[in-house]
């Protein structure tokens, strides 16, 4: 029975998901816009806001916590210099969740994750645009 158990497993084992959650966070910091599953969008969305938090404090500590949760250097320094002072004056709510189309293979709904200034971002270095 899984009485009071919050998360969802995935299918997977306990390491099996750290890595899992591990590289979403990883590409999402990397690219900082990443389509997966409504249900992988949904529990990497909290890990992901606690990130950029720490990245917002920006100090030795908080980046050795970041570097706990995410192995990954180039990463994290993404998240400490260029994703996190874009949220400075902001206290939460960064990322944003949209629901877009369900996979064909086995009907998956998937949906894209992308921080909240992502459009912004994009229409005013003009790459990607679509005309």
Known sequence: MRHRVKKKHFGRTTNQRKALFRNLLVNLFIH???ETTVAKA???RS???KMVTLGKR???HAKRIALSYVPNRAAVSK???EIAPRFADRNGGYLRIVRTRN???DQAPL???EFIDYEERKAETGKGAKS
């Open 103 to 105: 996979r064909l293979k």
């Open 47 to 49: 890990m992901a806001e």
């Open 111 to 113: 949906a894209v994750i």
């Open 32 to 34: 900082e816009r990443i």
């Open 42 to 44: 949904k529990a990497i």
């Open 58 to 60: 920006g100090d030795l």
């Open 79 to 81: 998240l400490f210099s």
